[in-house]
């Protein structure tokens, strides 16, 4: 984990290729550090490249893919490699995404999501 002398609080953001730039926007009104797949030129890139761009940006990444990366997150855990987040959402509408991925940026601090896999829960909508 972070060493006690370079607290990180705040939590940046890579969106992943499959995930609406209008998050990374929102979250850039909002005041955020973001980054997407898109911006960096890394569309059409494998998720393994994705996920390692993440990290060397210190990035937690934003995706849909939850089977890909739930396998690259113990893949990571079983080599003791270090990443800073990977939260997975069901495919929604971009507002409804957003929405709960605040709810985690409002509760974690960006050295609580090291090496952290979570899951943005929705309720059903009638």
Known sequence: ???????????????DENVSDLIARIFIERGYDVMSAKMVGMLGASDERQLACAVSQKRAIVTHNRDHYSKLHQEYVNQHRLHYGIIISKVRRPMDVANRLQKILDRFTADEMEMRILFLRYRNIR
């Not at 984990?1 to 969106?15: E, K, T």
Request: hydrophobic share 60%; glycine share 0%; no cysteine.
């Open 1 to 15: 984990m972070a060493s006690q002398s370079a607290l990180r609080l705040l939590i940046d953001l890579y969106i």
